[in-house]
């Protein structure tokens, strides 16, 4: 009867391997994991209570309340808002929050034009941006997603109220 020796048994290279691989998937997920910049991050005012992360809906509360709705579109070049609703006087504030790198974050302000509000900053539609429209003071919000070479998006409060 013939041995054969453990370097050419298949079970003895699976009994490893698959520890061995297993082991260097693992640290190159936490490698793509650490490279991320801060990926939960919202710009939002947040307050942490023992476990609980509460954020202030107030804003949203109004918008929600007044049935403020908005629409951004992009096609002419332009960062242009329009809404049914009266918004503001003179300013609106868009923030265009990158969905992974907050370095990327953009804060625009729209001035008012006729009925629309538009701000001539670049228009860059090569990634998916998360949209937050309001006024100067703070008083009411709007939120949006805005995706890749898309020319607009829908705003709206991120609350509905009964």
Do not use: C
């Not at 538009?118 to 990634?127: F, Q």
């Amino acid at each position: 009867m013939k041995t054969r020796t453990a370097i050419k048994e298949p079970m003895v290279w699976l009994m490893f391997g698959i520890p061995l691989l297993t082991a260097i998937a693992g640290f190159y997920t936490l490698h793509l994991a650490s490279k991320a910049n801060a990926t939960d991050v919202v710009n939002m005012p947040v307050s942490r209570m023992a476990q609980v992360q509460q954020s202030d809906l107030g804003a949203d509360e109004t918008a929600a309340r007044a049935g403020l709705t908005a629409i951004l579109n992009v096609a002419d070049g332009y960062w242009t808002i329009s809404s049914k609703n009266p918004l503001s006087n003179k300013f609106l504030i868009l923030d265009l929050q990158h969905p992974i790198d907050k370095t990327k974050d953009i804060r625009l302000t729209l001035h008012k034009q006729g009925d629309r509000f538009i701000s001539h900053a670049p228009v860059n539609k090569n990634n998916d941006w998360l949209l937050q429209l309001s006024d100067v003071k703070k008083q009411w919000r709007l939120v949006g997603r805005f995706h890749k070479q898309a020319d607009t998006a829908q705003l709206r409060a991120s609350v509905q109220l009964p």
